[in-house]
C-alpha cells in the first residue's frame, strides 16, 4: 500500500522545475487553472503542483488538492523578498510564524504598526514551540554545505502585491518585525489549519532587503507561462534595451533559489526522522485579533 505523499506547492514553475526534474517515474496531470506532478524521491511518494501567484490561487488550488489527495505534509515553497539584510539572496527560510498583512484582512494601518509586533500572533504558544522543535530537527539532518544556507525559524509576511522597493521592504521590516516576505503562505498556512493537515513553510530569498526590482520586471515575473514571461521579456527589451541586466539578474536569481530548493527538498526526502516529523507539524493559526 502507497504512503500518503508530501505536497509541495509552489506559484510558478521556475521555482519548482529543478525539485521535478528530481522526481523519479513522475506523472503530469492538468487540473482547472494548474499543474500537477507526481512521483517519488529517496523511497518517498511526492504531489509538486504550481499554483500561480497570490493567495486567491494558492487557496483555491490547495483545498482542491488536498481534498483529493490527502497528503501526510504540506510544504509550501519558493521564492521570497528579503526584509532583514542580513539574508543573502539564495538563502532559505524555514518559517515559525506567518502572518497577513494588514490588506488582507480588511484593516488600515495608520501612523506606526506597533511598537513591537505584540498584536501579531502566528501560532498558539504551544504549537509554535513544537513546529520549532521540527525545525531544529529539520536542521540537524540538513547537509553541511546546505546548512549554512538555512535561516531557521522566524516570521514570514504574506502581501498582496510584489515588494520592489528597499524603502518599501524597510517599512514592512519595521512594522511587522518579519524577516522575508511573500504572496502566498498565509494563505497555505490557513488552509492546512482549517483541514488539520501538517504544514511546513520553505523559501528562497529572489531579492535581497537593499535590491531594487523594477516595476517592469515585477510585471513580467507575474506573467502565468513561459511562453507569456518570454514574450513579456521581449517587449520589454524593446520598450527597454537597459533591462537586459535586470532580465539576467532575474534568471540568475531564479535558478540559484530553484537550485536551493530542490537541494534542500531532496535532502529532506532522506530524512530518517521524516516520519516522527510529518506526524508532529503543527500548522499555523490564523490571529483572531489584528491590530488592536
Avoid at 504550481?50 to 490561487?57: E, Q
Avoid at 522575508?180 to 490557513?190: F, G, K, L, N
Avoid at 530548493?261 to 531532496?266: M, Q, R, T
Wanted: hydrophobic share 40%; proline share 4%.
Amino acid at each position: 500500500m502507497r504512503s500518503a505523499p508530501i505536497a509541495v506547492f509552489f506559484a510558478l514553475k521556475n521555482e519548482s522545475g529543478y525539485f521535478e526534474d528530481r522526481l523519479e517515474n513522475a506523472e503530469h496531470l492538468h487540473g482547472h487553472g494548474f499543474r500537477l506532478v507526481s512521483g517519488s524521491l529517496n523511497g518517498q511518494e511526492f504531489l509538486s503542483i504550481v499554483t500561480g501567484m497570490g493567495i486567491r490561487n494558492a487557496q483555491s488550488v490547495m483545498e482542491t488538492v488536498c481534498r483529493s489527495h490527502q497528503p501526510r505534509l504540506v510544504i509550501s515553497s519558493g521564492f521570497a523578498g528579503g526584509l532583514d539584510p542580513a539574508l543573502p539572496k539564495g538563502g532559505l527560510f524555514l518559517a515559525d510564524e506567518i502572518l497577513p498583512a494588514a490588506e488582507l484582512v480588511g484593516e488600515k494601518l495608520e501612523g506606526k504598526l506597533s511598537e513591537n509586533g505584540a498584536f501579531l500572533e502566528g501560532f498558539r504558544r504551544s504549537e509554535k514551540e513544537l513546529l520549532s522543535v521540527s525545525l531544529r530537527l529539520i536542521a540537524e539532518d540538513i547537509p553541511k554545505e546546505l546548512r549554512s544556507k538555512c535561516r531557521v525559524g522566524g516570521r514570514l509576511l504574506t502581501v498582496s502585491s510584489a515588494v520592489g522597493d528597499p524603502k518599501d521592504k524597510r517599512e514592512l521590516a519595521f512594522g511587522y518585525r518579519a524577516q522575508v516576505v511573500d504572496m502566498e503562505s498565509w494563505a497555505a498556512a490557513r488552509v492546512c489549519r482549517e483541514m488539520g493537515l501538517p504544514f511546513l513553510s520553505l523559501r528562497a530569498v529572489s531579492d535581497t532587503a537593499d535590491e531594487t526590482l523594477p516595476r517592469d520586471v515585477q510585471k513580467l515575473v507575474r506573467q502565468k507561462s513561459a511562453a507569456s514571461r518570454a514574450g513579456a521579456a521581449l517587449q520589454l527589451l524593446f520598450q527597454r534595451p537597459g533591462s537586459f541586466k535586470d532580465l539576467y539578474r532575474l534568471y540568475d536569481s531564479s535558478v540559484e533559489c530553484a537550485l536551493n530548493l530542490a537541494d534542500f527538498l531532496e535532502a529532506f526526502s532522506r530524512m530518517e526522522k521524516l516520519r516522527f516529523l510529518s506526524e508532529n507539524f503543527f500548522p499555523p493559526q490564523e490571529s483572531a485579533k489584528l491590530l488592536r
